[in-house]
């Protein structure tokens, strides 16, 4: 079997950031009877730096049945939203060109955000004559209204448009949470029956035997303060300035310190803040790479996942929670809805309402009042629920029973 994958932001070899697909290929091409193609953008969703030596076209060979196509995308995508739309739409073009002159695949998957490269799968598939699996990773574009980084209405119906074309050619559909798959349900009744959900998972293999926990503390002067710590993207809708406002609540609390690690279009401005307030209790660390991440989970005490507040984000479940349950450590999660209930139904952290400075101090001062044990109970608690029921492993077996009934 030969799959065909569209994913703009493909992760190089320990590339920092979320690794669904690097994962599921992965999973995928134990088997040698299944090769892999995936064509990725060349900029770097987190950093926008260009990847590889090449303009136009690299090829990373990850394994003899995996490889990946990385073709020319514009390099503005953190610029402004603007940077980013010409990003999707460079990458739209380039990648389906590269498609055309790749072996015919038995099936091709496409993985959003962005939906425009739907136009290259929908385009592809009925050139090639084989079927074509949306992934609805972002619930597009509604997560960028909810945002407030679109609100152009000539815009907007162009892309709810497309967004419904790309369900209905698609041969099936899948979402990452129940409430992805209920929010497309009730607005297009006639997919009913189409979807199906595979979750973001834990990566089991991010923990280490030997921990490097001591020596990164040194390193940072961070001793035996209680550090609570964010990774991913610094973009609009992490709203990580919630996190420099509560880190000047507590800037003469020598008990804890904070740490926001990764990259983004909104990184100059909390760096530019936290001066500005003088603010010597928090560190900002460059992205990391995936080898080095759960190194640096470790380090911390408490994981911090963080949203802004949108009834969009009730639907999500981040990557770097299930990251921190698979490391064994506790959460405090500003994100209301589905991820709300799973720190809850897990026991292995506790919930701030999102935007609410107060909401957020006491969850902070809740955190400082427990002791080494307790915290470590926490992540426990996260670590034995997230291995029960998201095994990424087992989903992507899933994933591939789903593959086979479109192909067959």
Not at 39 to 56: E, L, M, P, Q, S
Not at 268 to 276: R, T
Request: aromatic share 14%.
């Amino acid at each position: 079997m030969r799959i065909l994958l569209f994913h703009q932001y493909f992760l190089g070899k320990n590339d920092p950031g979320g690794s669904r697909w690097n994962e599921f290929t992965n999973y995928f091409t134990r088997d040698s009877k299944i090769t892999v193609d995936v064509i990725a953008g060349n900029i770097h969703y987190a950093t926008g730096k260009r990847v590889g030596d090449k303009v136009w076209y690299n090829q990373e060979i990850i394994k003899n049945n995996l490889i990946v196509h990385r073709t020319w995308t514009y390099s503005g995508y953190n610029s402004n939203f603007l940077g980013r739309v010409i990003g999707y739409l460079s990458y739209m073009f380039s990648a389906f060109w590269r498609g055309m002159r790749l072996e015919k695949p038995d099936v091709i998957i496409i993985s959003s955000p962005s939906i425009f490269v739907g136009v290259s799968a929908i385009l592809l598939s009925k050139i090639k004559r084989v079927p074509f699996i949306f992934e609805v990773r972002d619930l597009w574009p509604e997560s960028a209204v909810a945002t407030g980084v679109l609100n152009n209405k000539f815009l907007l119906n162009i892309l709810y448009w497309l967004e419904y074309r790309l369900y209905k050619n698609s041969n099936k559909i899948v979402v990452l949470t129940p409430a992805f798959k209920d929010n497309i349900e009730s607005r297009f009744h006639e997919f009913v029956g189409k979807i199906d959900i595979i979750t973001n998972g834990a990566d089991f293999s991010l923990m280490n035997n030997e921990s490097k926990r001591e020596e990164i503390r040194n390193r940072y002067g961070w001793g035996d303060k209680k550090v609570f710590g964010y990774f991913g993207a610094h973009g609009v809708a992490n709203d990580l300035i919630q996190v420099i406002e509560v880190a000047k609540v507590f800037k003469d609390d020598n008990r804890i310190h904070f740490v926001l690690i990764g990259d983004g279009m909104q990184k100059d401005m909390l760096k530019s803040k936290a001066k500005e307030y003088g603010l010597k209790n928090i560190t900002f660390i460059d992205s990391i790479s995936k080898t080095e991440v759960s190194n640096y989970i470790d380090a911390i005490d408490v994981g911090m996942a963080i949203l802004k507040k949108t009834d969009t984000f009730k639907t999500v479940y981040p990557n770097k929670v299930f990251d921190y349950m698979s490391c064994k450590k506790p959460i405090l999660a500003t994100i209301d809805g589905i991820t709300k209930e799973l720190i809850q139904k897990a026991d292995c952290g506790f919930y701030s309402e999102p935007e609410n400075l107060n909401s957020f101090i006491k969850t902070i001062e809740k955190f400082i009042s427990i002791d080494k044990k307790e915290l470590d109970k926490l992540g426990e608690n996260g670590y034995n629920y997230v291995k029960e029921n998201f095994n990424r492993e087992i989903l992507s077996k899933d994933y591939l029973k789903i593959i086979k009934q479109v192909t067959n």
